[in-house]
């Protein structure tokens, strides 16, 4: 980085007055105690007793002394030689006086400031190094710390070009760390496939870093698949597993935000090793970032399948619902009749039955069976009808992404885990297989068969009888499994 990083107009206003002070300035700093007058007045005439107590508020205002005491606002001196009792008049000449240099001396020793040797430059190094090695500050923020920092400490300030080398050399001894540390962890074979993200290949427009940056903006099952395939571009480079606990997280995101923004040119530019630290960062960073965002168009596009196969549905349902309103009326006209034969003493009900044409009742009683849904129905049969499209992207997602929770989703990890083994199953899936803990209790009622997933083998024998009512079937612990972030279980980079 430069060395002089100040305007020339920074430097000038550096340990002057740059503006006038307020009346609350004037009473922090050249407002004089008992001690302070007693000690202005031991000075021999009223040109040196006025001299020594500007200089004393001036130290304390700015942190150090003018070469020209005389430099200062007209209101500092009135403000002073009020106090004093002295005319503003016995101040001139006082800048080109011998005793000036005497009085500051009494000044620092009276009031224990330090001048600015070698104890304070290496103090203040170390806090400044600490400083820019754990955070990116603007070397003109860290030379007003530093500034405030002497002036807290009583230091004298040194010159305006000793404290800007010392910013710049600290700054830069902190960076050639941040860089030499990270750069250091790949192997050598890794470290040369890193190198090769910045290089267009041949054929192609864009470089591999240019690509894997990229988050996804496909939401479809086409899209949840090239972000799974983004992730597992990324994870091969083996990131997650260097140890770069040394360096502070931000200055880590610092690398890798600049990893994201800036061209692949600028990358591929960078000298020393930023460049390879700044792709060690990426590398290691980005593998937790993909997964993230693949967890996100999964839950999108599932998001998507479920609402648009909702709205088929209701379509469906409301296109039956004539069929449905005149077989209910059929059906209360029969009950009707079974009621008013039942309800005369002398009435036969067989008789009547024997009477009536059962054979429309039969058929309202089947069209009301295949139409009519239970109140918390439906859920099963908007993925069921869906699992052609599901199925495309689910096993991809749970092979590459190793999920895990605390103990409280224990019981999501288990219905995750029985959804991994469906893939290639050949014995058909019974209802008390299912893992149904972590389900609320209307997500078993709606099932009253067993299932097979779509993706298993087709040579799966018959699914024999199941048990009265078994709770829900492999679809809806699918379904259920891909909330497992929402139910206490988070995606974390593996195999």
């Known amino acids: 980085m430069p060395t002089n990083f100040l305007t020339e107009d920074q430097r000038k206003r550096y340990g002057r007055f740059t503006e006038i ?7 922090g700093s050249f407002l004089l105690d008992q001690t302070a007058r007693r000690r202005a007045m031991a000075a021999k005439g009223p040109r040196n007793r006025l001299g020594w107590a500007i200089q004393l508020g001036t130290l304390r205002y700015l942190g150090t002394f003018l070469d020209n005491p005389e430099d200062v606002p007209d209101v500092v001196v009135d403000y002073v030689a009020d106090q004093l009792g002295l005319s503003v008049t016995a101040f001139a000449g006082y800048g080109t006086a011998e005793h000036r240099w005497d009085h500051q001396e009494q000044i620092r020793e009276a009031y224990g400031y330090t001048k600015f040797g070698f104890d304070q430059w290496f103090s203040l190094a170390r806090w400044m190094y600490q400083r820019a090695w754990i955070g990116s500050e603007r070397p003109t923020l860290l030379f007003d710390l530093a500034t405030k920092r002497l002036l807290d400490h009583q230091v004298l300030l040194p010159g305006a070009t000793t404290l800007e080398r010392l910013v710049s050399g600290t700054r830069e001894r902190a960076e050639k760390r941040l860089w030499a540390t990270p750069a250091a962890a790949p192997s050598a074979e890794q470290a040369e496939r890193l190198q090769q993200l910045v290089v267009v290949p041949g054929g ?3 470089s591999e870093l240019d690509r894997l940056r990229r988050s996804p903006r496909d939401i479809s099952p086409r899209g949840v ?8 571009a990324l994870k091969t480079f083996g990131g997650p597993a260097w140890d770069l606990s040394s ?3 931000g200055r880590i995101q610092a690398l890798v935000r600049f990893a994201k923004a800036a061209r692949a040119q600028a990358v591929a530019e960078l000298g020393g090793h930023r460049r390879l630290a700044t792709l060690v960062a990426f590398a290691a960073v980005m593998p937790q970032v993909a997964a993230d965002e693949a967890i996100e168009v999964f839950d999108l596009v599932m998001g998507d399948v479920i609402r648009s196969s909702a709205t088929k549905m209701t379509k469906k349902r409301l296109r039956s619902l004539k069929d449905l309103d005149a077989a209910a009326l059929l059906l209360r006209k029969a009950w009707l009749a079974v009621c008013e034969s039942a309800a005369d003493p002398e009435g036969d009900i067989r ?9 429309p009742v039969h058929a309202a009683a089947d069209t009301v069976k295949e139409l009519a849904q239970e109140p918390d129905d439906g859920f099963e049969q908007i993925l ?3 699992y052609n499209t599901i199925a495309r992207f689910l096993p991809e997602l749970l092979k590459q992404l190793d999920f895990q929770a605390g103990p409280d989703g224990e019981d999501v990890m288990k219905a995750v885990a ?8 050949r014995k058909p899936i019974k209802g008390w297989e299912t893992p149904i803990k972590f ?7 709606g099932s009253s068969r067993p299932s097979r997933p779509r993706w298993a083998s087709p040579r799966s024998a018959p699914t024999s009888s199941p048990p009265p009512r078994p709770c829900a079937p492999a679809f809806t612990a699918t379904r259920s499994t891909s909330r497992a972030c929402a139910s206490g279980a988070t995606p974390t980079p593996g195999s």
Do not use: H, N, W
């Not at 002070?21 to 009473?27: N, R, S, V």
């Not at 698949?225 to 597992?232: G, I, N, V």
């Open 21 to 27: 002070p307020d009346e609350g300035q004037l009473a």
């Open 204 to 206: 192609r427009r864009v």
């Open 225 to 232: 698949l090239k972000a799974l395939e983004r992730y597992d």
């Open 247 to 249: 360096i502070p997280p």
């Open 351 to 359: 008789a009547m039955l024997d009477a009536m044409d059962v054979a």
């Open 384 to 386: 069921e009808a869906r």
């Open 418 to 425: 029985f959804v991994k083994t469906l893939k290639g199953r």
């Open 439 to 445: 389900l609320s209790p209307p997500g078993c009622a």
